[in-house]
């Protein structure tokens, strides 16, 4: 049986950009995701797209081997690089919509970005500290307050997503930006479980989540350096 068409499955054009594929990835999943009502064959399918577009490479093989060209905006890479400033001979628009970019990344992520680290940075010293002995009450309170003040950062982190929508074209990032949020902030819902109850699966959980988390964050500076070149 033909393996079908990763993307008609995800409802893109072959010239679409790798935010644009992203975007549909994450929309088709929050859709069709069994935990959502969805079905599992249909998630299947979603994700076995996403496997060949989502990843630059095995996109070029499929694409050379369909015949097909790629769009020069980029490949699955993430969001396509936007100028910082404005282009000589650029219309008023343009040079609006530039501005936009630039002062949404000042002004939104670059704050979002400086609390994430002060959560997502002191986590492993924060660990070894309780490792010490996680029954003593003392390293015990001193990890709930580090947590405790995850929270609240993680609230302002919230706020200021909200506080002002990202450009068209930084959806792509926008989104990547979201998920490592939601990493950070599941990661403290598992922490603080394991305060209540020493069950080290959500320990566990909650390190690798933190892990994925500072990944992602360190993905999304690179990104920016590209879209402020």
Same mark, same amino acid.
């Given at each position: 049986?033909?393996?079908?068409?990763?993307?008609?499955?995800?409802?893109?054009?072959?010239?679409?950009s790798?935010?644009e594929?992203?975007?549909?990835?994450?929309?088709?999943?929050?859709?069709?995701?069994?935990?959502a009502?969805g079905?599992a064959t249909t998630?299947? !399918?979603?994700?076995a797209a996403?496997?060949?577009?989502?990843d630059?490479e095995?996109?070029?093989?499929? @694409? +050379? /081997?369909? *015949?097909?060209?790629?769009?020069?905006?980029g490949g699955?890479?993430g969001?396509?690089?936007?100028?910082?400033?404005?282009r000589?001979?650029?219309s008023p628009r343009? !040079?609006?919509?530039?501005?936009a970019v630039?002062?949404?990344?000042?002004?939104v992520?670059?704050?979002i @970005? +400086? /609390?994430? *680290?002060?959560v997502i940075?002191?986590?492993?010293a924060?660990?070894?500290a309780?490792?010490?002995d996680p029954?003593?009450?003392r390293?015990?309170e001193?990890?709930?307050?580090?947590?405790?003040?995850s929270q609240a950062?993680?609230?302002?982190v919230?706020?200021l997503?909200?506080s002002?929508?990202?450009?068209?074209v930084?959806?792509?990032f926008c989104?990547?930006?979201?998920?490592c949020l939601?990493l950070v902030?599941?990661?403290?819902?598992?922490?603080?479980?394991?305060?209540?109850?020493y069950?080290?699966?959500?320990l566990?959980?909650?390190?690798?989540?933190?892990?994925?988390?500072?990944?992602r964050?360190r993905?999304l500076?690179?990104?920016?350096?590209q879209l402020m070149?």
């Amino acid at each position: 049986m033909p393996q079908a068409d990763p993307y008609a499955v995800l409802g893109v054009s072959p010239q679409a950009s790798g935010a644009e594929i992203k975007a549909a990835y994450r929309a088709l999943v929050k859709r069709y995701h069994p935990d959502a009502g969805g079905d599992a064959t249909t998630i299947l !399918a979603i994700n076995a797209a996403w496997e060949v577009l989502g990843d630059c490479e095995r996109r070029r093989r499929h @694409d +050379r /081997l369909h *015949g097909r060209r790629q769009s020069s905006r980029g490949g699955s890479g993430g969001a396509s690089p936007a100028p910082a400033t404005p282009r000589p001979g650029a219309s008023p628009r343009a !040079a609006d919509h530039e501005a936009a970019v630039r002062r949404w990344l000042q002004q939104v992520y670059g704050p979002i @970005d +400086r /609390l994430l *680290g002060q959560v997502i940075n002191p986590f492993p010293a924060q660990l070894r500290a309780l490792a010490a002995d996680p029954y003593d009450d003392r390293l015990m309170e001193a990890f709930c307050s580090f947590l405790e003040l995850s929270q609240a950062r993680l609230a302002k982190v919230e706020s200021l997503y909200r506080s002002q929508a990202g450009p068209q074209v930084l959806q792509g990032f926008c989104l990547d930006l979201y998920h490592c949020l939601s990493l950070v902030k599941d990661a403290l819902v598992d922490l603080e479980r394991y305060t209540m109850g020493y069950v080290d699966s959500y320990l566990r959980d909650g390190r690798e989540l933190l892990r994925k988390a500072g990944a992602r964050r360190r993905q999304l500076k690179q990104d920016r350096l590209q879209l402020m070149a």
